[in-house]
């Protein structure tokens, strides 16, 4: 399928520099792009591609001076880097659009819903009075429980597992491998020593617009929902305990893990491998940095910390600096010792 330079200037509304005519069938990093390609350039390290590149059709910002000519057309836009994810996006829902349908084999409970233009991909598994939406596209080996219900244009890729009474929203997409509704860690401690399992007989809802990684994991919640508001993205091998709350339009990165019944605000960003301990909040908008242990609550709006236990970023970042010149106050305190000594015998 060829596009051209004008079509996609429509779709990002954007500006050509060139020949409205030229047509791109597939998309490219600058670097490596050749003729019929589309590429874009936003990071300024990558310019001097810009002069060199193959491409036939380049996005860029409308603030950049060009420094040489540029052999291909120019489509300015205001942030390249969103243009082009807008494209992709559009790109995207092309090709699943031609995916409709069920594929055997595959078991759908006569008591399920499935809305119009659904695909369900071979092997998948959709248990009693589920509630499928329209447009929604379960790729093959998923296994969705009874009264699980997935919202309008929702994409489940491979093998992912959604435990029964779950709810999802529209729009939402999860990755491969990631399961929805497993137990929470729940268990009593024994006069004897054993633990006894806490039955987990809440669910998780996943509000609309959101994202999540493969190989998450995301525990019902023992009574009640766990719940992932709108718009949060979560990347892969991420660790959500139950009755957990994930805020609007929260981001957290690889390897994260939160602890049961802590509360995360809207607009936070949680970096890769940080750790949450459980029952605490986070306020709106704080900032975690990689790494870190949070073990008390953030209740600062716009927070910003670091480290395990997590501190303030800017203290503990200063705190850093100092401790890296410790050998040369020791050395320097040294010296000072030894003059006064020096000093104190030429007295005597």
Not at 149 to 169: A, F, T
Not at 188 to 196: E, L, M, N, T
């Amino acid at each position: 399928m060829t596009f051209t330079a004008a079509q996609i200037a429509m779709l990002i509304n954007g500006k050509i520099e060139g020949n409205a005519d030229a047509g791109v069938h597939s998309f490219s990093k600058i670097e490596e792009a050749k003729e019929g390609q589309l590429a874009f350039l936003a990071n300024p390290k990558y310019e001097d591609y810009l002069y060199a590149t193959r491409a036939s059709v380049i996005i860029i910002n409308e603030s950049l001076e060009l420094k040489e000519k540029v052999s291909g057309t120019l489509i300015r836009v205001p942030d390249a880097y969103s243009a082009f994810a807008t494209l992709l996006t559009r790109y995207q829902e092309m090709m699943s659009q031609q995916l409709t349908g069920i594929q055997q084999p595959s078991y759908i409970a006569a008591s399920a819903k499935t809305g119009a233009n659904a695909f369900i991909g071979a092997f998948a598994y959709i248990g009693e009075n589920a509630e499928i939406g329209n447009d929604v596209k379960i790729y093959p080996h998923c296994f969705i429980g009874d009264n699980v219900k997935i919202g309008d244009h929702s994409v489940i890729h491979p093998s992912v597992i959604i435990y029964h009474h779950c709810k999802i929203g529209k729009r939402v997409i999860v990755h491969a491998g990631t399961v929805i509704g497993s137990d929470g860690f729940g268990f009593a401690p024994q006069a004897d020593g054993s633990f006894k399992k806490v039955p987990q007989i809440g669910n998780v809802e996943i509000e609309d617009n959101v994202e999540v990684g493969a190989n998450a994991t995301i525990d019902r919640a023992t009574i009640g929902s766990t719940i992932i508001r709108e718009g949060a993205k979560l990347d892969n091998l991420i660790q959500v305990a139950h009755n957990v709350e994930v805020g609007r339009n929260t981001v957290i990165a690889a390897q994260a893990g939160v602890s049961g019944s802590t509360k995360i605000g809207n607009n936070v960003m949680i970096g890769g491998q940080a750790g949450i301990v459980g029952h605490i909040t986070i306020a709106d908008g704080a900032r975690i940095n990689a790494q870190s242990g949070v073990s008390k609550s953030i209740k600062q709006p716009n927070a910003a910390v670091t480290g395990s236990p997590a501190h303030d970023y800017t203290s503990t970042l200063r705190s850093q600096a100092i401790s890296r010149k410790l050998p040369d106050f020791e050395k320097r305190i040294q010296e000072l010792e030894a003059l006064i000594k020096q000093l104190l015998a030429e007295k005597v």
